[in-house]
DNA sequence: GCAATTTAGTTGACACATCAAGTTAAAATA
DNA sequence: TATTTTAACTTGATGTGTCAACTAAATTGC
């Protein structure tokens, strides 16, 4: 009896919280943003959303809300506010399509060009710089666990 | 000058979005969460903060704000904010230590403790279950390049 | 013992995340 | 063509994440 309720008061015996993925990648997930936050600060005045979306308004063909969505998984509503500053900050363009008059066709100012080219460097090299520090067959491991976990997320219940 | 204009226009030219660990890990840690936030909504009422809370100050003799802060890496002021409202919602008790009057130490309430039991098996089941999913040999490589990630965002310069 | 520093916790401000409800336009279907 | 359904975007509510300023108690160094 004292065995069961001792046994019971880890989530998991004798496994410390980082050896748990789950606190892993949050830990992981929360210094990447901050670092990524500092590096865009140093290097221009683009938040980290503001990036985001300019990396795919910069690399697609009339831009639109659900075109980012799609790409970067963020928010609808989010997007929406974040694009509506953009334009107000003079950092994006926007015109109705005229073949559907609901989305909106998003281009990049020359401002914002400007900034994005700027900081570009710096992220580019903090990617290749990631991809490097692991030796090609971890790297590919790694996205491998990654997509496992990421079909796991799906599952409502965890068979035996 | 139309190609190195080109080559510039995407983050890292030929590497889709998926692909990129940054990406992956901000996606992943996003359905991580709403996933344990599911489970706990159907295996009682807690709030992942609580969940997060009481796994410390279940396996923590004489938590503390600091100690659940050191160990789970949550914010100081959130976990004041979450502690206080777990307070009021009767699932924590608190105590200023009698040696260090700045701090107070916590313990569940026989409620929480029941709601944790409640929860206990459900998140166990999928921590276990996502330790399975992957290879042992997998799984070590997944955390140590974990490890290698997490050091390199305490990189403010990136070395070529 | 006393000033300066450090540590524990609180609070406020603000950006970001998630969800749900609403508007308008397009597409499907009857 | 009229009705229904779906899609694109907006807006509001609420919870979470991050940061900085603040109070109070303990510790450190004279």
Not at 69 to 87: E, F, L, N
Not at 132 to 159: N, R, V, Y
Request: some cysteine; hydrophobic content about 40%.
């Amino acid at each position: 009896m004292a065995d069961s309720a001792n046994y019971s008061e880890q989530l998991q015996p004798d496994v410390p919280l980082n050896r748990l993925v789950t606190y892993r990648i949050a830990r992981l997930h929360a210094k990447l943003n901050s670092q990524a936050t500092r590096i865009l600060k140093e290097n221009g005045k683009l938040s980290l959303m503001q990036w985001r979306v300019l990396v795919i308004v910069n690399a697609t063909e009339n831009a639109t809300h659900s075109k980012i969505a799609a790409q970067t998984q963020i928010d609808g509503g989010q997007i929406s506010r974040c694009v509506k500053s953009m334009i107000a900050a003079d950092l994006l363009l926007a015109e109705v399509d005229q073949a559907d008059h609901r989305q909106i066709n998003l281009r990049m100012t020359s401002k914002a060009k400007a900034m994005f080219q700027q900081a570009l460097p710096a992220m580019r090299k903090r990617q290749s710089y990631f991809a490097k520090a692991l030796p090609e067959e971890q790297h590919d491991i790694l996205i491998t666990a990654l997509d496992t976990l990421d079909a796991m997320t799906e599952l409502s219940s965890f068979p035996d």
